[in-house]
């Protein structure tokens, strides 16, 4: 998946992304207004939003470990398996010194939803399977 055709970023023109494997289609986009400045996902009714800043952030971390990530997406009251996406994004030693999530019982979920994003950016390649899925930078 790196068809970024659909849709912008910007609110009025969102991208469309499936996280693996494949299920809960979401919009997201770039809300560079906001205070921090966040990335907003819509699932459904819900709206999660991380610090805009995760897209370079993960990337760099990805780069820096050089294989392959496991997802590990969890919600917020769920701890996360270590040394996954989802850990890292909410971990005392990342570049923001903890979580990425901004709204309070909606941090967690950003080993899944933020993901696809990189991989239509071209910044990382995403497995899609039923269970496990993993990312590594490109």
Do not use: Q
Request: with cysteine; glycine share 14%; proline share 9%.
């Amino acid at each position: 998946m790196t068809d970024t055709s659909i849709g912008t970023g910007s609110k009025d023109g969102p991208w469309v992304r499936l996280p693996p494997p494949g299920s809960s289609e979401h919009l997201v986009y770039r809300d560079e207004a906001a205070d921090p400045p966040a990335l907003v996902c819509k699932v459904g009714s819900t709206t999660l939003s991380y610090r805009l800043g995760c897209i370079e952030d993960l990337h760099a971390m990805l780069k820096a470990n050089g294989g392959w990530v496991e997802l590990g997406a969890a919600d917020e009251k769920k701890g996360p398996k270590p040394d996954t996406v989802e850990a890292w994004g909410r971990a005392a030693d990342n570049p923001v010194g903890g979580w990425y999530g901004l709204k309070n019982g909606f941090r967690g979920r950003f080993g899944r939803y933020v993901p696809p994003l990189l991989e239509a950016l071209g910044l990382a390649e995403v497995e899609h399977n039923p269970r496990n899925d993993r990312m590594r930078a490109v």
